[in-house]
């Protein structure tokens, strides 16, 4: 069971990113998928997460009309579309699973507690 995070890099303050969760070993149809990041220094916290169900989505308010997720279970992937990025989004971003709606609402509000899985984070950096 894995979760690999990917996409992350450096681009400047305005500029476009693209996170990619790709889970191997388990399906992700039946999770809720979360992305949540730490910057240095803070405590980590939800950016987003999608539920399994309807497909509805959180966002926090920090991101909100500047980041989309996504998810597409036939490539057994979420996405996390990053525009008008700015140097305060720089953090490292991991995504998480959520085996219920409950779980998730947990995950939201705590910053990740009791989230299932975990992947490797992926590092990005908003920087002219």
């Known amino acids: 069971v894995q979760l690999q995070a990917s996409g992350g890099g450096l681009v400047q303050p305005g500029g476009s990113l693209r996170l990619s969760c790709a889970a191997s070993g388990f399906t992700l149809d039946y999770y809720a998928i979360g992305w949540f990041r730490q910057a240095p220094g803070k405590e980590r916290e939800a950016v987003s997460l999608i539920s399994s169900s309807d497909g509805s989505t959180y966002y926090a308010d920090s991101v909100k009309g500047r980041f989309t997720i996504s998810r597409d279970n036939a490539k057994n992937t979420v996405y996390l579309q990053m525009n008008s990025l700015k140097p305060e989004d720089t953090a490292v971003y991991y995504c998480?699973?959520?085996?219920?709606?409950?779980?998730?609402?947990?995950?939201?509000?705590?910053?990740?507690?009791?989230?299932?899985?975990w992947g490797k984070g992926a590092q990005v950096t908003v920087s002219s």
């Open positions: 998480a699973t959520a085996n219920g709606p409950e779980t998730a609402m947990i995950g939201v509000r705590t910053g990740g507690y009791g989230m299932d899985y």
